[in-house]
């Protein structure tokens, strides 16, 4: 069974930075893709950013320039860096990885951007 734990939420203020990491436990397969969702309260699940397992990235538009995702296929893990936050990236921030049988999704972690 493979298990996704993330770490690295919490407060901070507007402009600050927070780094999310996520390491995927229990498996001896390497991910295909890791990415980073996020949900805010009321609102749909989306997509944040992404990484193959040949390190190509993908950004949603609302963090270009903002965020940078980062990954190691061989430890099975993948970071987030998060610069400039603002309020509206309030959200609970979900890991998910794509392995090649099966997908898999972190608890989430919230992080909350206020002053």
């Known amino acids: 069974q493979v298990h996704l734990v993330e770490s690295g939420g919490g407060l901070v203020q507007p402009g600050g930075s927070l780094r999310l990491s996520c390491a995927a436990s229990?498996?001896?397969?390497?991910?295909?893709?890791m990415r980073w969702y996020r949900q805010a309260p009321g609102k749909e699940r989306e997509l944040v950013a992404g990484?193959?397992?040949?390190?190509?990235?993908q950004y949603s538009d609302f963090v270009k320039g903002r965020f940078t995702i980062s990954g190691d296929n061989a430890k099975n893990s993948v970071s987030l860096q998060m610069n400039s936050l603002k309020p509206e990236d309030t959200a609970v921030y979900y890991c998910?990885?794509?392995?090649?049988?099966?997908?898999?999704w972190g608890q989430g972690i919230q992080v909350t951007v206020s002053s």
């Open positions: 998910f990885a794509a392995f090649p049988k099966m997908n898999y």
């Open positions: 229990g498996s001896i397969l390497r991910f295909n893709f």
């Open positions: 990484i193959s397992s040949v390190y190509n990235t």
